[in-house]
């Protein structure tokens, strides 16, 4: 027992790790606490059309972060190839994977603004539960795509500047998007300063503009650390060699993102077996539940950061130190907060809707998945940990194995065959977080990412 309190108190004594540590992830957490009111914001500010518009805007949410989940994998690549040359002390290199970066995102986020008001409807037709929900839901997501570009752009300077440690820029920019999403909400989705009321489509255009707002701040926090730096005498062309790098280090993460995004997707189908109403649910729930994911990515970023900058450097114990120290600390948040689920859930939920119904459908799940958060924290942070090693494949692998053998299957079984509702299908999705968590503790333990390499 001496040795288990000596360990807390190590844990948390004003340590320099536990300050890199909290140096790093804070403002991840605030930043990452701005996006997450950008979905929570949408789903009040349009609750007034009811159940079926915030159904809506959950599936059409889903989709979306679908569509670009993929993308966003390349900037956990550009984080983790930034911090490894970091830690190297190779500032040439650190340019050169800047500017390939910028061509790369500008390519792909042009792609995804262009294609995803195309497909907007015939995707909400193919997953939405009826036609009405259908119907809003493309509306949403018409609008929400055109600003894709920005997003894309501005996840991967988020990615390149938290690979050098710099994480309060992500902080301010995405602080910026969630006042210029209520904002913009306030003006599109009920008519203001001349504007015609759009309803639930107003919300998708103005999350659309709120990216473009969040963008706009990159290029000052780029001045402000002088990273004008590591891109002195290179060319300004992008570099062959380091579009093959971020694509190897940045696609398994990114296939990752979108077959679990896909997964999601078909995880909604499985509530329209239920009702409407299941999926208003599960909306209010992933808005609800987004506050307590924001510890473990955070920490999770902060782990990749320290951990990528010290395999540079060939400081292997510290690599390993630091993911555990990232990870205990992100479980003790999580957990705080998974109680607060337990015992506070009613009215946590009565923030976001009061429609009773609802609350009475998603208290017994925030309640279920509040008891699995410190595996959760685990998981997400250690899991970031094996990416910035070099072991993205091995967490692809592990993510696409449990989420398409485990979670849906589970999900189905216990929702829909043995009629368990919407608690039912939540189910799934705890045995999920539970053999994830297991799963990475388990191999990063075994220190088979020392060999990694990117």
């Not at 042009?110 to 909400?124: A, R, T």
């Not at 001349?194 to 107003?202: E, L, R, T």
């Not at 993510?399 to 299908?425: D, E, N, Q, R």
Request: proline letters at 3%; one cysteine or more.
């Amino acid at each position: 027992m001496d040795h288990f309190y000596k360990k807390i108190r190590r844990s948390y004594r004003a340590s320099r790790l536990n300050v890199k540590i909290l140096s790093l992830a804070l403002p991840v957490v605030f930043g990452m606490l701005s996006q997450s009111l950008v979905w929570i914001t949408d789903t009040i500010m349009i609750g007034y059309l009811g159940q079926n518009a915030i159904a809506a805007v959950g599936i059409a949410g889903t989709s979306y972060y679908t569509l670009i989940a993929f993308l966003i994998g390349f900037s956990m690549g550009v984080q983790i190839i930034v911090a490894r040359r970091f830690g190297e002390g190779r500032k040439d290199q650190i340019g050169k994977v800047g500017i390939t970066t910028v061509y790369l995102s500008l390519f792909l986020g042009s792609m995804l603004s262009f294609l995803g008001p195309i497909i907007s409807q015939p995707l909400m037709n193919l997953i939405g539960p009826d036609i009405t929900v259908n119907s809003l839901a493309s509306e949403y997501l018409f609008f929400r795509s055109i600003g894709s570009g920005f997003y894309f752009l501005g996840f991967c300077f988020r990615g390149f500047l938290d690979g050098l440690g710099f994480t309060k820029a992500g902080f301010v920019s995405m602080a910026v998007t969630t006042l210029a999403n209520i904002f913009f909400n306030w003006i599109f989705i009920y008519g203001n300063l001349g504007s015609d009321a759009m309803g639930i489509g107003g919300a998708g255009l103005a999350s659309s503009l709120a990216g473009l707002a969040g963008l706009l701040v990159f290029p000052i926090f780029f001045f402000y650390y002088r990273v004008n730096e590591y891109f002195k005498e290179i060319s300004l062309f992008p570099s062959w060699e380091h579009l093959k790098e971020i694509i190897k280090v940045g696609t398994p993460p990114g296939f990752e993102e979108g077959f679990v995004n896909v997964a999601f997707v078909l995880f909604a189908k499985i509530q329209g077996m239920i009702s409407v109403i299941a999926i208003a649910a599960s909306n209010v729930l992933f808005s609800t539940l987004s506050f307590a994911f924001l510890p473990g990515y955070a920490f999770g970023v902060a782990a990749t950061t320290i951990l990528g900058q010290a395999m540079g450097a060939k400081k292997y114990k510290l690599a390993y130190h630091s993911a555990f120290r990232s990870a205990f600390i992100s479980a003790h948040v999580m957990g705080l907060i998974g109680l607060c689920f337990i015992f506070l859930g009613k009215q946590i939920i009565e923030l976001i809707t009061h429609d009773p119904a609802l609350i009475e459908e998603c208290y017994p799940v925030l309640a279920l998945i509040g008891v699995i958060q410190i595996g959760d924290a685990y998981h997400m942070v250690i899991g970031a940990a094996l990416r910035g090693a070099g072991m993205q494949t091995y967490v692809f692998r592990i993510y696409i194995l449990l989420t398409y053998l485990l979670m849906l299957p589970s999900a189905y079984l216990f929702g829909i065959v043995w009629k368990g509702g919407t608690f039912g299908i939540w189910g799934g999705i705890f045995i999920w977080i539970a053999s994830l968590s297991i799963v990475f503790v388990y191999e990063f333990r075994k220190k088979n990412w020392v060999k990694g390499t990117v």
